[in-house]
């Protein structure tokens, strides 16, 4: 092997070892939407906390992507379609 060769294999290295920590300290974000007001509002809270806890399960367990972490954010659907809200008010 000439030292070009082993320069290139070393710097490839090098940028190899700086990728993995950062692959294994991301987070992953997933979103919980649900009707959380509306009018299965009163089902909404038990889904969610199942599907929160189904989440924490699979990151406290580290073998997701190699111990990555997932943090859910939550939005409310509101369970009704947007039609009335663009509709033009009448004075």
Not at 16 to 30: C, N, R, S, V
Request: with cysteine; charged share 20%.
């Amino acid at each position: 092997m000439n030292k070009n060769s082993i320069l290139k294999r070393l710097a490839l290295l090098s940028v190899g070892a700086l990728i993995i920590p950062t692959f294994a300290a991301a987070e992953i974000k997933m979103g919980i939407i649900l009707g959380f007001t509306g009018p299965i509002e009163s089902l909404t809270p038990d889904m969610g906390n199942s599907a929160e806890l189904a989440f924490k399960e699979a990151s406290d367990s580290g073998q997701l992507l190699g111990g990555q972490k997932i943090s859910v954010v939550r939005a409310d659907s509101t369970c009704m379609t947007l039609q009335p809200l663009l509709q033009p008010q009448k004075d």
